[in-house]
């Protein structure tokens, strides 16, 4: 057993070694910041006017709404591949 690794308890069935506590409380850190800006980004959109562009439709009868936000979507992919690009190029390793 000298040729196990110090820490073996520590090693997955796939070979792989499992987080520790402190790498899931990180992750759930970020998760949260993550949730928070996408609540805060749903809030500020609405007030800005976004699910009401020219484009996105909405069908209303009695007792029933749709709303398919075709605009808005075009918009947030167009905008979120720009901010992904962006953070790609200058974060890269």
Request: proline share 3%; net charge positive.
């Amino acid at each position: 057993m000298k040729n196990l690794p110090r820490r073996a308890w520590q090693i997955c069935a796939f070979g792989q070694q499992s987080a520790g506590m402190g790498d899931v409380g990180r992750m759930i850190l970020i998760l949260g910041a993550v949730l928070l800006l996408v609540g805060a980004a749903l809030v500020l959109g609405e007030k800005l006017g976004l699910g009401r562009l020219p484009g996105d439709l909405v069908i209303e009868r009695k007792g029933f709404r749709f709303s398919a936000p075709i605009a808005t979507s075009i918009l947030v992919s167009l905008v979120l591949t720009v901010l992904v690009n962006l953070f790609f190029r200058f974060f890269r390793r």
